[in-house]
Structures are given as structure tokens and as C-alpha cells.
């Protein structure tokens, strides 16, 4: 087996470890290790391989990484906030500072309005936040 297939060998099991601790950490050093095998081809010194390789990967690992770990801000929000918060809420019993029950989506909720007044039953509301199981709102 000749040097180039051996370092193309490591290069793909530091490929497995990425696919198993997703950090993106041991892609630079298969990113390294894969350049590394290809200067093989025409450069055999072992421990100027091993040179090159820590070059490489840090290179790659300094002024690569950070550029594939930006995330892309969610345009769209999921959970409690993309579902509830500020959507309307049909008010099932009158809602005061200490208690109240809202509706939507046919899901019932306590709720609580964040405001002095009293919300009546019958009419809407818009939730402004979450706090464990109970929906803060306010009058619309």
C-alpha cells in the first residue's frame, strides 16, 4: 500500500468521526489529511508529511471553520413563539391578572392578561408570551 492511499485511509476515518460527533471539527482534519495525501503523490518524507498536515488542517481549521458554523438566521419560528405569540385568542372566561382561560387552535389555555383591566369572556385577545402553561395576552 503506498503512502498517498494510507493518508487518503485516515483522511476518510477522521470523515466517519465527523459523521459521528457532527462539529465539524474532524472535517478540517479530513479536509488536511485528504491535501496531504495528494501532495504524497510527489512528496514522501514522513515528517515532512506530517508538517503539511498540521499546516493544512490548521489553515483549514483558522479560516475555514468559521465560515461553515455561520448559521443562517430561521426565517420562519417554530415552537410556542411561531405557533402563539402574537397570534388572536378567543377568550373563554373573563381574564384578569390572576386568572382567565383562552382558546386556540382548539387547545385551551390559562391565561392572564398583562394590563389593569378585565378581558370578557367572548371576545379576542393577542397572545404576547409564554411563561410554562399560561398565555399572557392582551385586550385587542
Not at 80 to 101: F, H, L, N, Q, R
Amino acid at each position: 500500500m503506498e503512502l498517498w492511499q494510507i493518508i487518503g485511509i485516515i483522511g476518510v476515518a477522521l470523515c466517519v468521526f465527523e459523521i459521528l460527533t457532527p462539529t465539524l471539527f474532524f472535517l478540517n482534519l479530513a479536509i488536511g489529511a485528504f491535501l496531504t495525501a495528494i501532495i504524497s503523490i510527489w512528496y514522501s518524507s514522513i515528517p515532512g508529511l506530517i508538517v503539511i498536515f498540521v499546516v493544512l488542517s490548521s489553515i483549514i481549521l483558522v479560516f475555514i471553520r468559521p465560515m461553515l458554523m455561520k448559521k443562517e438566521p430561521k426565517e420562519n419560528k417554530t415552537g410556542i413563539e411561531g405557533k402563539y405569540i402574537g397570534k388572536t385568542a378567543k377568550v373563554e372566561s373573563d381574564i384578569t391578572k390572576d386568572s382567565g382561560v383562552i382558546t386556540i387552535y382548539g387547545e385551551r389555555w390559562e391565561a392572564r392578561n398583562v394590563h389593569d383591566d378585565i378581558i370578557p369572556a367572548g371576545s379576542e385577545a393577542r397572545i404576547l408570551r409564554n411563561d410554562s402553561l399560561i398565555m399572557y395576552v392582551e385586550k385587542i
